[in-house]
């Protein structure tokens, strides 16, 4: 954790992130999410039981004097009138919301059954907020393959090859980033990747021909690390320095606006979505299958994938194996249309 977090942080709050990042697994990332998502909380909690001056800017409360007795005085209408606040006050979106109740239910949880700070947990009934089943926004397979034709640059070899992993791996930002050499293993019968997702945890991605054509030609162009540290990344910038996250966003976004389709809210991440809706829809991929290729714990983030499109509705149509019986019949004339007709004269 970065020094500026631990100083801010009271000791209650400063042990949860510890536990979070070494026990748990938790990325750096996340971890610092928990910080900044509670952090806001213990602000409020601080400002309406009136323990900092009331012309205090909200963004300048310390929050390093919490104690852990006032954190077991916090009841359960004070957490739903933290959540009413993110709304009204903050305009947080219902995602964001409940973002926040799960890292609140996971402090507590922490200081009740493994810190033993409380007898019991006094928001343990505090409801995560109800989230719009929405689609994931991705790609079509005509704006995908128009993306891969449009990488270009000095360095369109490594580029490319990135955005065919994120296309046909479905990787994470994080597990791209830091992939190294030593992950690889391109064979001619099975190539396999070896990624590193959330909480560390470790999973097998077979290559399919794309991803091993782009790799091999990126490696013949790979520039030389410039120093022992980076020589297993398989990444590397100009000055022959692993990548970072932030250099890889601005290639995904420079191939995007090459494309012409920049401004319509596609990111990385969404190149992931995109991996796993295509997968589904034209690869017929299992469900399961799709799960522990992404990564996911629970089946039940893999499912915001298995939406049906219009084309795939169009085709169970088609197979139905009464869709081409023609009726032995001919229809009758409606009785209005027989009165108005007139015998021919």
Known sequence: MKPAILDDCPEPLRDFLFYMETIKGRSVRTVEAYYIDLRTFLRFLLQRRGLVPSDLPFEEIPIRGVTASLLSEVTLSEAYEFLNYTLSERANSAKTRARKVSALRSFYKYLTVKAHLFDDNPIQDLEIPALKKSLPKHLSMEESLELLVH?????????????????????????????NLSDLRLEDQSSTLKVTGKGNKERLLYLNDACVSALQVYLKQRVSPQNVKEKNALFLSSRGTRLTARRVEQIVEGSLKLAGLSGQGYSVHKL?????????????????????????VNLGTTEIYTHTSSKQLEEAAEHSPLAHVKPRFSPKKPESQKNRESPEE
């Open 151 to 179: 990488v270009d640059g000095e360095f369109k070899e490594r580029d490319y090859c990135i955005i065919t992993l994120f296309l046909n791996c479905g990787l994470r930002l994080s597990e791209l980033v830091g992939i």
């Open 272 to 296: 992931r979505h995109t991996a796993a809706t295509l997968l589904y829809q034209y690869g017929n991929v299992d469900i399961r299958v799709l799960q522990q290729m992404l990564g996911h």
